[in-house]
């Protein structure tokens, strides 16, 4: 059937085949970019590099246009399944280069065996690069194998080359404490990234144009794509091979965007937005938790904290009215019929007085006073002499100090003032 919807829209091969073909990979400005750095690793003297890109984004194929354009010139070591010990990954990479293993032999004669033919492919003006695909998935001592691996070099210049391919967690590997050494190593890490949506338009058409068809897609169609493979090179060849499909059955040269819809379903694929709707709904219900959560714990808080407060200044209020006769004669103070004391709050705790006499302080802008009741209590208050500057004080102080419990009351004594 495949042939048949090939011949139906003009196309010389399948340009959306899921192996990968150097002859349709298309240079977006991120790959080129990878395949530029790739360029220069080559012609460096850099031990390593690294290429960074989740599946699906056109990691392995910008590799293997990599080694296209450098194959005549290179020895390469290709490592594809690297969950490997130590020793496991040096034998695969000895094997790949085709090198003899002999039987019984240490590790430091492999090493020599390494570092001869390392030294006449030079000598025949070959690099030689070891490659490691998936590479996120090596165990941290292996990884650092590499690096001693990458020690090999004569007087003048290193003997080998290793590039880094694998996810993101690869990334988070070479930057931990552990590996240090490799991380200083490296001086080339490129990421690779989804593509955009006039990337994927560009990267259609040029697989369409390589296979010698010229196929009528709206734009509609075009969005829908992006939208389920969020710019995924791998979903796009998916989604595209399977949409021609379904236009040849039903006779149709142009894909529109059912046909899309209809092969990203097929796939068992979610558009973008979608995923976005549905992440955006279970945060926003799971934040409306949250936030309703931590409101009705301040307001418990709040509430329990205004009980507590107005039970202490009750009872202040209370032990501070009762108490008139316990407050003991300022000393030196001169006798007067009646004084204003203006009380702004108690505790039975010193350090807790001292600090927010400082704090009151520094909003009213005026010393205030303490004092110590008989039943243990230190209050904090100021006096006055006149009535009308004590009531019009009150108000001031309630509105640079947020308290509404300050209080005024009439004395006959001046409450003793504590020496701390």
């Known amino acids: ?7 139906f829209f003009g196309l010389s091969e399948n340009p959306f085949k899921l192996t990968p073909d150097v002859k349709f990979y298309y240079f977006s400005k991120y790959h080129e970019l990878a395949i530029e750095h790739l360029r220069y690793f080559y012609n460096s003297k850099d031990a390593f590099a690294v290429i960074i890109g989740e599946p699906g984004v056109g990691k392995t194929i910008t590799i293997r246009k990599f080694i296209d354009e450098i194959k005549d010139k290179v020895e390469i070591a290709y490592i594809l399944f690297p969950n490997l010990s130590p ?29 001869d033919f390392l030294i006449e492919k030079r000598k025949e003006g070959k690099e ?24 090999l070099e004569t007087e003048e210049e290193k003997l080998v080359k290793i590039l880094l391919v ?32 006039e990337e994927t338009k560009k990267y259609v058409l040029f697989k369409i144009h390589k296979a010698n068809g010229n196929i009528d897609i ?72 949250v936030i309703l ?74 010393e205030i006073y303490i004092t110590k009741l008989k039943n243990g209590l230190y209050a904090l208050f100021t006096y006055y002499n006149d009535k009308a500057k004590a009531v019009q004080d009150l108000k001031s102080f309630k509105e640079k100090t947020g308290m509404e419990d300050i209080f005024l009351v009439r004395k006959s004594k001046v409450p003793e003032i504590v020496s701390y």
Do not use: C
Request: aromatic share 8%.
């Open 293 to 366: 959560g931590l409101l009705l714990s301040f307001i418990w808080l709040q509430s329990k904290k205004e009980n507590n407060k107005n039970i202490e200044l009750k009872t202040n209020k209370e032990n501070l009215n009762n108490k008139n006769n316990s407050l003991p004669k300022l000393n030196n103070s001169p006798a007067n019929a009646g004084f204003y004391v203006v009380y702004f709050a108690a505790d039975n705790n010193l350090d807790n007085i001292l600090k927010l006499k400082k704090e009151i302080e520094s909003k009213i802008n005026k």
């Open 87 to 115: 020793e496991e990954l040096f034998l695969a990479i000895l094997e790949d280069l085709k090198i003899e293993i002999p039987r019984d032999v240490t590790k430091n004669k492999l090493f020599s065996i390494l570092r």
């Open 1 to 7: 059937m495949s042939e048949n919807y090939l011949e």
């Open 128 to 151: 030689v690069i070891i490659i490691i695909d998936e590479a996120q998935n090596l165990p941290n001592i292996t990884l650092e194998e590499l690096r001693i691996i990458s020690n």
């Open 166 to 197: 694998g996810q993101k967690e690869l990334l988070d590997k070479i930057n931990s404490p552990d590996l240090k050494q490799l991380r200083q190593r490296i001086t080339i890490i490129e990421q690779i990234p989804p593509l955009d949506f």
């Open 218 to 289: 709206t734009e509609k169609a075009f969005k829908e794509l992006h939208k389920f493979s969020h710019g995924y090179p791998r979903l796009i060849n998916q989604i595209m091979e399977r949409a021609l499909m379904s236009a040849f059955v039903n006779n149709e040269k142009q894909i529109s965007k059912n046909h899309i819809v209809h092969a990203a379903k097929s796939l068992n694929l979610e558009s973008k937005n979608k995923k976005s709707y549905k992440f955006i709904t279970i945060l926003s219900v799971f934040t409306i938790f």
